[in-house]
């Protein structure tokens, strides 16, 4: 039930007020002991983190407390959304909303001196100096050094000693960086620009892990953000940074000697994919330095590897997203997902919404560099890795099957030069066909009519005509036509495709028809649609060797790989 409650002084919210500075200053004005107190009386709870924007309850206030000012819930609500950052901040998408607003209560002590109320402005994680007088906010009494906390008796005292914030100020003269990043916030007007800055702290809060862990700096003190904000400032403006930053980077190269240079650069490749800015050297000033994750950032995991050659323990170097992981060995993101679903490829953390699993960069490289990769002069019968995703929907198989027999050393690999990577490597193609076409179906899974024409490169108006001369019984009942696996099975296995044998042994249709007529091979079904045909033969040893051996006499040489059967 809805509080009937009204408060005596209730003064409209300034244009720049926080959530939490309105209730503060409703406590301050009305004599009552604190936010909580005023909350009691609306029957409900005031939690300081829950009157963040973006928070799960934020809206819940206004509705609340609109009452007791009298006002509707959406009038009140617009003083504080029309509030520019808000808005901004909608666009937002490449952090989590709750890191942008901080926990503490931070205040600029002369701004507070002029006029009693906590601004919006304050409350920004990144936000560590007043724009207006060029000091750092505080957070903490200039007294007893009292942690300040939300829910006081009073803004302007300090609630464990007594003593005044505001009556003989104590303030500190902020850095340039600090001042830059707060006018950038109060003008509110280059989004892409705050968005590359968030991802900049967010690359130089574990300068050497390619997670681009978000730092929680709605909990950071402010010392700790402001360094965090002149390293993203470095990344993004300094030349002299960014050529230190790949440096040391590439010390690492010297640890995991296996590990390809691509590899080791993986933290810049990754936060330059996912940043779109125009790097300069507008500050060159800014040096870059080594620091120390662990000492620096408390509660941090970084998690203790052993290099695959058992050499020394190390801190993790770097950790890699399924996007990035995907992109450097030539799958797809819904591929990586099938891989980790079947624990061949085993992921550090668990996915959690809106973000893909995380991996061990050094883990997969153990895991890799293990395979027996041969060198090569040439490609020829060989098919490129990444060319899989073409070769796979010709035989309904998965990527978890080709990097079972990868990792089994049962398909091999080939690669020029000195590339180590997944991606750079080629299959033998008769390898692979063979290996394929034992996994050409699936038992358990139905394979859609989309499927069977790509598999018999024919068109599915003649797929589904295979059903009217009953050579395969389709299912129906789902959406999307379909073949239950079983059927399938009994099918590839009692007849022969044309359009397969003509598509691997790179002989036209036509060719091989006039063949079969000097062969006096009938086949079981041969219809056109559309300039498309689909021709079977019945499947026996006799009509196999005869197809052998007019396509060897047709190409004049032995042929010694796998041709569609």
């Known amino acids: 039930m809805n ?20 209730f503060e200053r409703l406590n301050h004005i009305n004599g009552m002991k604190g936010a909580q107190n005023l909350c009691d009386k609306l029957r409900t709870t005031y939690l300081p983190q829950q009157a ?13 407390l609109a009452p007791a000012l009298r006002m509707k819930p959406e009038e009140l609500a617009g003083y504080f959304y029309n509030q520019s950052n808000i808005n901004y901040f909608r666009e937002i ?11 503490d209560f931070r205040f600029c002590p002369l701004c507070l001196a002029d006029d009693l109320y906590m601004k919006h402005l304050w409350d920004i994680s990144l936000v560590t100096a007043c724009p207006i007088h060029q000091c750092n906010l505080q957070s903490e009494c200039p007294h007893c050094h009292e942690k300040l906390k939300w829910n006081t008796w009073k803004l302007n005292e300090c609630r464990k000693c007594g003593e005044s914030l505001t009556v003989t100020p104590i303030v500190t003269q902020c850095d340039k960086y600090s001042m830059m990043v707060s006018r950038l916030f109060l003008e509110a007007n280059n989004n892409k620009y705050i968005e590359a800055l968030l991802l900049a ?45 790949f440096v040391e980077l590439k010390h690492r190269k010297a640890t995991y000697r296996d590990i390809s240079i691509e590899s080791v650069l993986e933290p810049w490749a990754n936060f330059n994919s996912v940043c779109q800015f125009q790097y300069d050297d507008s500050l060159p000033e800014i040096s870059f330095f080594t620091r120390d994750i662990e000492a620096f950032d408390e509660g941090i995991s970084t998690s203790r590897l052993t290099t695959y050659k058992k050499q020394n323990e190390l801190s993790l170097s770097h ?15 819904d591929s990586i997902n099938s891989l980790v679903e079947h624990n061949v490829l085993v ?16 883990a997969l490289a153990e895991q890799f560099c293990e395979l027996e990769i041969h060198q090569v002069s040439s490609s020829e019968e060989l098919i490129h890795f990444h060319e899989l995703n073409r070769v796979l929907l010709l035989f ?10 990868i990792l089994n050393g049962k398909l091999k690999l080939y690669c020029p030069g000195e590339h180590r990577q997944l991606k750079h490597c080629y299959l033998n193609e008769q390898d692979l066909y063979k290996a394929l076409q034992a996994q050409l179906y699936e038992h358990e899974q139905s394979v859609t009519g989309t499927a069977l024409a790509s598999i018999f490169f024919s068109h599915l108006t003649l797929i589904k005509r295979l059903e009217a001369v009953n050579l395969f019984e389709a299912n129906h009942w789902s959406n999307e036509y379909s073949v239950e696996g079983h059927e399938f099975h009994k099918f590839i296995n009692k007849y022969i495709c044309l359009n397969r044998v003509s598509y691997f042994a790179n002989v036209p249709e036509n060719t091989l028809l006039d063949g079969l007529k ?48």
């Open 347 to 362: 992921p550090l953390t668990v996915a959690r919404k809106g973000r893909s699993p995380i991996f061990d960069m050094n």
């Open 201 to 245: 702290t967010q690359r130089m809060h574990r300068a050497f892990d390619n997670m681009l862990s978000t730092p929680k700096l709605e909990t950071y003190a402010m010392s700790r953000i402001q360094q965090l904000v002149h390293l993203g400032l470095g990344l993004l403006h300094s030349s002299s940074f960014r050529h230190s930053y």
């Open 396 to 405: 309904t198989a998965s990527h978890r099957y080709i990097y079972e027999l």
């Open 319 to 333: 950790q890699i997203s399924a996007n990035r992981l995907a992109s450097l060995i030539g799958l797809d993101l």
């Open 93 to 103: 998408n490449l952090t989590n909303t709750a890191h942008l607003y901080h926990k």
């Open 52 to 64: 963040r924007p973006f928070s799960k309850k934020y809206n819940n206030y206004f509705i609340n």
């Open 518 to 565: 000097m062969l006096r091979i009938e086949p079981i079904f041969q219809e056109s649609f559309r300039g498309k045909q689909l021709i079977l033969l019945s499947d026996s040893q006799s009509i196999r060797l005869k197809l052998y051996k007019f396509i060897e006499n047709l190409k004049g040489r032995l042929i010694d790989k796998y041709i569609g059967f």
């Open 3 to 22: 509080s009937t409650f009204q408060l005596t002084y209730a003064p409209e919210p300034k244009s720049d007020e926080s959530l939490r500075g309105y």
